[in-house]
Nanobody, 127 residues
Framework: QVQLVESGGGLVQAGGSLRLSCAASGRIWSRYAMSWFRQAPGKERELVAAIIWSAGSTHYADSVKGRFTISRDNAKNTIYLQMNSLKPENTAVYYC????????????????????WGQGTQVTVSS
């Protein structure tokens, strides 16, 4: 069983920065990705950024490219999301998730494929 604990959300003015953290406990013995999703009120959960753990490759939603950076600390089994130049439309609950990619048809971009989720952390950007 894997548990994910997010931290780092809060209230920030437009143009400001925040860094989110997601610490994972437990081991995954398969190929997997760890990702950040977000969900605004009345909207579907959407992918923000993902990291394929074995390859170290990263992927971003077009809307955050150049402003957000996903990174990891292997020793701590933790991923981070550095968010710069924040905009009011970035306001949402941000979730950390893990998807085991070894299963056929799994896609790190689809939230319904994810096996584990954190509790979420609120990010509010004021104008």
């Amino acid at each position: 069983q894997v548990q994910l604990v997010e931290s780092g959300g809060g209230l920030v003015q437009a143009g400001g920065s925040l860094r989110l953290s997601c610490a994972a406990s437990g081991r995954i013995w398969s190929r997997y990705a760890m990702s950040w999703f977000r969900q605004a009120p009345g909207k579907e959960r959407e992918l923000v950024a993902a990291i394929i753990w074995s390859a170290g490759s990263t992927h971003y939603a077009d809307s955050v490219k150049g402003r957000f950076t996903i990174s990891r600390d292997n020793a701590k089994n933790t991923i981070y999301l550095q968010m710069n130049s924040l905009k009011p439309e970035n306001t949402a609950v941000y979730y950390c998730g893990v998807v085991v990619l070894s299963f056929k048809g799994r896609d790190y971009e689809r939230s319904e494929d994810y096996d584990y989720w954190g509790q979420g952390t609120q990010v509010t950007v004021s104008s």
